[in-house]
Structure formats: C-alpha cells, structure tokens
C-alpha cells in the first residue's frame, strides 16, 4: 500500500521547487562540459598512446625491416639530447630529437654496415651544444673514413646566432650546402648576459645572497649591475678555449688560411655566394637536389627510389633491439644519467636530476651481482647540496661492494654535479665540458620596498626568535646572517674534503683550484679535476678494459632506472588522466556551492557566501 501523503518513502514537492528545479544552471553546465571535453581529449590521447604502444611493442618484437639499401638521414632541427623524451599526457609522442649515444652508435653500425651507403643531416637553428658537437663529431669522421659521403643541409647557417659551433659540426662533412637566398652569421663567439640589479633596486627588490668563493657567481646577474672581474676572468678563459679549438678545427677542414677566415668571420653575416666564395659552402641548392645527386653519385638513378632514405633514429633502434638479445657479451654495465638541477625527489620537479631516483639506481647496481661496473653519465649544473650527498653516499656504498664507478660528463657537470663526481674511479670530460665551480651560494631575495610601493602591509605572529628568516618581506637581520654564514662555510668546508679525498689531493691544492670557478674539460684535465678527456663511448671502452674485455662491444650496457616499455608509459599516461578527472571532479563540490549562491541570490533576495568556509566545511 503507498501512501502519497507522510510517507517515508515520498516527499511531495511544491511547485515552487519544481519550478525553480528547470531553471538553466550555467555554472554546472559550463563546468560539466569543461570536464566532458577533457574525458574526451583525454580518451582519445589513451587510444593513440595504446595503439602507439601496441604497434611500438610489435615492431620492438619483430624489428623494423631494414633496406637492402639506405640513405641514413637525421635531422638536427630539435636538437640532440642526453636522454630519451619520455610521452606525457599534453605531449604522448616525443621523440623529436635524438640522444647522444644513439647518434654516435649508430654512426659507428653504419660505417660497417654495407647495406648503409650514406649521410645525409638537415641542420636548422643553432640547437647543438659544443660539447656534443664534440662528442658526435668522432663519429661523423669514422663513417666518412669508411668511403661513404656524409653531406649536411640548411636553408641557413648560423641564423641570427653566431653560428661557430653550427660551422664547427657542419665542417665536419665532405660537403655543405645550403639554399639559394639563405644567409652564414658567422661572427664568432659571445657571452652575452643581463644584470639585474638596476631594475630590482627600482621596483624594491633585494637580493640577498652569501657565497664561497669569489668566483662562484651563480646569483651575480641579481646581485650585480654588471660582470665582475671574476667572472669576465673566467668567461675570457672559456671563450678563449672554445674559440681557438673550433676556428682551428674550421680553418684545417674547410682548407681556409687562419688569416683568411678570421677575415671573413669579422664580416658577421654572409650571403650565399659570399659564403661560397670564401669556401665555407660546397653549393647553394636546394634538398631534393641534394637527394638527387648523392643518389647519382652512388651510381644509381637520380629520381629512382633506391637507395631508400631511412631516418637515422628508426636504424638505432634496430641496434637497440640487436644489442637487447645479443648473448655474446660477458661483462654486465649499468648506465644511469644524472641530467638536470640536482633535487632531492623527482615529484613535482620534471626533468630534475632526482637524489632518490639516481641513488635508488645505484642501489640496484649495487645488489645486482651480475653488475660489475657503473658508468654514471652527468649534464648537471648542479643544485641541492643534501641531494648531491645522498648520490654521493650512493657511489661510495657501491665502491664498497667492488663495483667501479666511472663518470663521463656531457655539456655541464658544475658545482653540485662535480660534487657527484669526485669520488668516481675515473672521470672522463669532453674538452667543452663546464666542470667545477667548486663553491657555495645560498640566500633569499627580500621584498619590503615593493610592499611599501605597492602599498601592501604584512604582518606576522611567530614562535622562535629566527621563525621568521625565510620570509621574503624583511630582510636578514645580523643573528640570521650569522647562521647562513656558518652553514655555508660548514657547506663550503664538506666541497673542498669530499674533493679532496677523491681526487687524492690536499684540501690546500683542491683550495687553489676551487675558487667557485668553473674550468672547460680540457682546463679540468690540466688541474686534476678530471682524469681524461672523451665522451660516453670513450668511458665505456675505458671500463671494458677495466674489465679485461678488448671494448665496449664486449659489454651488455644496462640503463638504470630501465626505460619504460610502451605498456608502461600507457598505464603513466593513464594515471595523469586521471589525475586530470580527480581534480576536475574536486571542482565539482565547489562549483555546486557557486551554484547554490547564484541561485539564492538570483530567488531570495542578497545572500552571504564565503568560498574559505565552505571549503574548510568539506
């Protein structure tokens, strides 16, 4: 029996509710379709990534299948990278640029393989860093000295950059070309940089920052109006040595007298024929003739379709895939990369090199007893100094097991990134490597003038006498300076032992060369910073030996943390999904709030409502 009238089971409900029930929420629906759309995005992102996964995972199984024949091709229009670009859920498909290593392996396979008959690179921009100009540079040589052509495009040379280091890599081919109407900047070498504390002092804003030594000038651009003596010293030193190294190199390749190209260098800009008059071209053209005529000088057609361009990134991955089953090898490596600001954890700090990830890494080489050496790879200006010690600690844990532990640095490898380093068995640098700053900067920028400016009062309750010596509305105060003054020096003192102890020199010697300067590899080498100059292979053939294998090709290379597989970046991409729908849906409550507001104001006349109140409610 129902009863329609003080039933528990059915309210009835005036027509006032009712009426008011159909009026039109626009905040939820808004909200509603902001959300539905993300779903969808977000599915459709899911799909493509799966099936990317799925055919990735197929193609990993089989392999690609590789030409009779090939033109290897690689463009350097994004540059090239120390690791591979892991997929996201605003960018599943990364992989623009390729790494280091898979360029220089790749290099070397071709130069053997009789099924690669020859180079071919577009070069756009000024992407590539002098150290891994440096370290590609080698190989390039080995596969022209195979016989095979190595040629290199761009519609321009050096852009609106200086371009030395685009000469310096593109020198490296038998030829260069470039479009017809395109332009060389080839004005040298500069280091250009703001200085910031003109505008600061305007606006209100203090820099306050204490360092060791006088040379470590990594807060100078807040702190200073310009350069220092210092560090002009020291950026002269780095220019000199880059300078000299890359003209020399440009002038022996391109068969160009010194005097004639620092004539032509002092011009700045170029036109094509300028270019080529002066020898640093081969030929103004266009790309499909180069296509055309490196085909016709291997003695094939020049319109034909053999032999076939295949990009150089899908012919490393069959290496990768090779190398994966290869039961040849008798000696077990393990790769881990220390790229990045050094950071205590990798949450909320992406590209960072993370302490927990990179030790945790070396923990697991560590237990693993088929592991018998590490070769730690570091392109870190450096960052925390608590998180350089827990890497640290790492490295000597493992030392303490047997296993060697062999650094090779890329671009940078400064402060911080040095610290990591010291204590390696052996330390490889590229000759333009940034390595040392061995020194310490710490402080607060202090904002109370642009409170006042800005006509903004702060105030403060607090408990301890120095509670408040991170804020950034009053400046250090003499107890406060004291204690950053004994922290940095107990932090600057640690540097210099850690140092010391594994480079096998007094802390007076290390003092010497310390100086929070920053030296190039080939200056790090000259003051026992380092112990050799060469690139990643260099150290992996390094500790082959140390192995008593004949070189590299002997070892079974494993990359710690291991790369995630296509299932993995799937189930990543999947959970930043639903990251994206749990914080859509924390909206939600909010927005009902809002809702409910709007709607009292708009039936009932004034309302009161406090967003703060209703959250702390929930």
Aim: net charge positive; hydrophobic share 40%; aromatic share 8%.
């Amino acid at each position: 029996m129902t009863y329609r009238s003080g039933s528990l089971f059915y309210k009835p409900k005036s027509r006032g509710e009712i009426i008011r029930r159909k009026r039109w929420n626009w905040p939820r629906i808004a909200l509603n379709v902001l959300k539905r759309t993300c779903m969808m995005i977000g599915a459709v992102v899911l799909f493509s990534a799966f099936l990317a996964g799925f055919l990735g995972g197929a193609m990993r199984q089989s392999g690609p299948v590789m030409p009779s024949e090939m033109i290897l091709t690689l463009n350097l229009e994004h540059g090239i990278g120390e690791r591979a670009s892991q997929p996201s859920l605003t960018d599943p498909f990364p992989f623009k640029r390729p790494t280091v290593r898979q360029v220089v392996d790749a290099l070397e396979a071709a130069a053997k393989d009789e099924r690669v008959k020859g180079l071919l690179v577009r070069l756009e921009g000024t992407g590539v860093g002098l150290a891994h100009i440096e370290e590609i540079r080698p190989a390039i040589d080995r596969f022209r000295k195979s016989g095979k052509p190595a040629k290199i495009y761009s519609s321009s040379y050096g852009g609106i950059g200086a371009g030395l280091g685009t000469f310096y890599l593109a020198s490296a081919f038998d030829e260069i070309w470039m479009q017809p109407v395109g332009m060389v900047s080839f004005s040298g070498l500069a280091f250009e940089m703001p200085y910031g504390r003109g505008l600061l002092e305007k606006v209100g804003v203090r820099p306050q920052f204490y360092q060791r030594e006088s040379y470590k000038s990594a807060m100078e651009n807040f702190t200073n109006k310009e350069m220092s003596k210092e560090s002009r010293e020291t950026f002269n030193a780095i220019a000199d040595d880059f300078y000299d190294r890359a003209f020399k190199e440009i002038a022996k390749r391109r068969e160009v007298s010194g005097v004639r190209l620092k004539k032509v260098m002092d011009k700045g800009l170029l036109t094509g024929d300028e270019a080529l008059k002066a020898g640093l071209i081969d030929r103004l053209d266009y790309a499909d003739r180069l296509i055309a005529e490196t085909r016709k000088s291997l003695g094939y057609e020049a319109d034909g379709k053999k032999p076939e361009m295949l990009a150089l990134t899908h012919y490393a991955q069959t290496l990768q895939n090779k190398n994966r089953f290869d039961f040849g090898t008798t000696k077990k490596v393990a790769l881990i990369y220390a790229t990045g600001q050094i950071m205590p954890t990798a949450k909320g700090n992406e590209g960072a090199a993370a302490a927990d990830e990179i030790a945790g890494a070396i923990n697991t080489a560590m237990k693993d007893e088929s592991v018998e050496a590490i070769i730690l790879r570091i392109d870190s200006p450096g960052g925390s100094p608590s998180a350089s010690e827990t890497i640290r600690r790492s490295i000597l844990r493992a030392k303490d097991k047997g296993k060697k532990v062999i650094v090779s640095m890329g671009a940078v490898a400064a402060s911080g990134g040095y610290w990591i380093a010291a204590d390696a068995d052996h330390i490889f640098a590229l000759p333009s490597t940034l390595t040392g700053s061995i020194g310490v900067v710490m402080g607060k920028f202090e904002l109370s003038e642009l409170w006042k400016k800005l006509g903004v009062n702060w105030d403060i309750v607090q408990r301890g006498q120095n509670a408040e010596m991170w804020s950034i509305n009053q400046p250090f105060d003499p107890a406060e300076a004291k204690r950053m003054n004994v922290i940095i020096d107990e932090t600057y003192k640690s540097f210099l032992e850690r140092v010391a102890k594994g480079r096998g020199l007094s802390e007076n010697a290390v003092r010497k060369i310390a100086r929070g300067r920053a030296w190039t590899g080939k200056e790090a080498l000259g003051n026992g910073l380092v112990d050799a100059l060469g690139g990643l292979n260099d150290a992996l053939d390094y500790t082959a030996k140390e192995l008593g294998l004949k070189n590299r090709h002997q070892l079974k290379v494993m990359q710690l943390p291991k790369p995630q597989s296509a299932l993995e970046q799937f189930a990543r991409i999947l959970g930043a999904q639903a990251a994206l729908g749990r914080f859509m849906n924390a909206l939600m409550p909010l927005e009902e709030e809002l809702s409910a507001a709007l709607q009292a104001s708009r039936m009932n006349g004034p309302g009161v409502y406090d967003p703060a109140a209703a959250m702390i409610e929930r």
